[in-house]
């Protein structure tokens, strides 16, 4: 069974609008982390932002924000005021086995979002 | 502050030749971890470093080797090349303990088997 779903392959979104990119994930552990990554054309993977499973608020970063549902297990994307320069797949990450120190990353497949001018 | 960085940017290899990929973590992280992200799939966990010790490994054959150097440096190697090998490896490093634990990743080196 998949432990994080990105269900959107592709996703298009105009200009100075937000968009939202989906991430759903499965684990039993009570301690983990979920991240989110973009990586460009040119490969490299830029960390985004972090939201701790018992984080209270849904993390910030300037234009990003992670909508974190730990209910619903989701932990979406928000990309306000999209710029041409976003055009990147994004991955959605989960870091499990924190109880147990064995710190386990897991990715996504990714969604490759393509700002419209 | 350096961050990850890795080497080489590209290597063009012949099916049946051995690679070697260079991975160095930002200053004060202990943790490397190998990924490989071939053409249209997705980030494929390779290898976790920790404190020079192998402390997990993907559903990855043998021939997918490397090492942790005691300055936290480390490789990876593939042995026996084939053509399937050719894609992205990236490396990301992490200070394990660290609030947050993030991982940062290195630029990434291409390789192609021909």
């Known amino acids: 069974a998949q432990k994080i779903t990105q269900t959107q392959p592709g996703m298009f979104v105009q200009e100075k609008e937000a968009v939202t990119l989906d991430c759903t994930y499965d684990t039993s552990d009570p301690s983990y982390g979920l991240f989110w990554y973009k990586q460009p054309s040119s490969g490299e993977m830029i960390f985004l932002i972090y939201q701790g499973s018992y984080d209270q608020q849904n993390a910030t970063e300037g234009r990003y924000s992670l909508n974190f549902q730990k209910a619903r297990k989701s932990a979406n994307l928000v990309i306000s005021a999209s710029q041409l320069g976003d055009s990147a797949m994004y991955f959605c990450a989960m870091r499990e086995g924190e109880t147990s120190g064995t710190y386990k990353y897991i990715f996504g497949t990714g969604t490759r979002l393509k700002v419209l001018a | 502050e350096a961050g990850v960085t890795q080497s080489p940017t590209h290597l063009i290899k012949t099916r049946g030749q051995q690679a070697t990929l260079r991975c160095s973590p930002i200053s004060g992280h202990t943790s490397v971890y190998w990924y490989q992200q071939a053409l249209g799939l997705g980030l494929q966990f390779l290898l976790w470093y920790d404190e020079g010790e192998e402390r997990n490994r993907g559903n990855f054959p043998p021939r997918f080797s490397g090492r942790q150097f005691p300055n936290y440096s480390s490789e990876l190697n593939v042995n026996a090349l084939e053509l399937e090998d050719s894609a992205l490896y990236l490396c990301?490093?992490?200070?394990?303990?660290?609030?947050?634990?993030?991982?940062?990743f290195g630029e990434g080196s291409w390789l192609t088997v021909v």
């Open positions: 990301a490093s992490s200070l394990v303990g660290d609030d947050g634990n993030t991982i940062y």
